[in-house]
């Protein structure tokens, strides 16, 4: 609980002060060239720790000179396998069959210095970097199977059959175990946007994001897809 209420101040903060920073910047830049703001989403896929899955992001950044851009963001990793043997199952007669299932997720939000290297009027090559909080969660399921829907080849002493018929053994820690706690993430990225129409832009990039946690440190790998409109 402390975790996450770390996690949403933290988050709240970096929010309103990088929000203030765009509109005043935005307001202050009508007559730049090459000025405004921006918003964008990507989706794509997550390798490396926690195997793969999927990532989603969005986010709003201004742009303070033709180059040099501030954004924030905030990106969901759905999926991961953060497999680790921190916990244990006791029978109290024999080990039944158990199905584990693990499913981790990973919400950040993220403050970044954007530079672009425009070329010509359709083409704009970036490269981005930055960090912020992240609160990694995962939810670990245990299912014991039935002991007359077992499969054959698992021995059961017929004495126990006769006993449990088809009851479910208990077992330590309870079926759904939920956990989630709070980290700092650091992240670099590089891409590239190609102009459609107006400020309508469609590209991609790659990303590797560390997170730093009680748990330890985790790298990803971040192949994405992309579309922005710059105003």
Do not use: C
Not at 3 to 18: E, K, N, Y
Not at 206 to 217: E, K, N, V
Request: net charge negative.
């Amino acid at each position: 609980m402390h975790h996450d209420r770390t996690f949403v101040s933290l988050a709240t903060i970096i929010a309103v002060v990088g929000l203030t920073l765009a509109f005043a910047t935005t307001a202050s830049a009508q007559d730049r060239p090459g000025t405004g703001g921006k918003v964008f989403g990507l989706v794509g896929g997550s390798f490396g720790d926690g195997g793969t899955a999927v990532v989603t992001s969005g986010g709003a950044g201004v742009r303070l000179t033709r180059h040099l851009g501030l954004d924030l963001e905030v990106l969901h990793v759905s999926g991961l396998d953060l497999s680790e043997d921190d916990f244990f199952i006791l029978p109290l007669t024999f080990a039944p069959p158990i199905d584990i299932e693990r499913e981790g997720g990973l919400t950040a939000f993220l403050t970044k210095l954007n530079v672009d290297f425009p070329v010509g009027d359709r083409l704009i090559p970036f490269v981005s970097g930055g960090g912020g909080v992240a609160q990694l969660s995962e939810e670990i399921s245990f299912d014991v199977f039935d002991i007359d829907d077992r499969n054959d080849t698992i021995d059961i002493p017929p004495q126990l059959r006769r006993r449990f018929g088809s009851g479910r053994p208990l077992i330590f820690p309870p079926n759904d175990i939920t956990r989630s706690e709070t980290g700092l993430v650091l992240t670099l990225e590089g891409g590239l946007d190609l102009r459609l129409w107006k400020g309508f832009t469609l590209g991609g990039g790659a990303r590797w994001l560390r997170l730093l946690s009680d748990r330890g440190t985790f790298d990803f790998a971040q192949i994405t897809s992309r579309v922005s409109y710059r105003f």
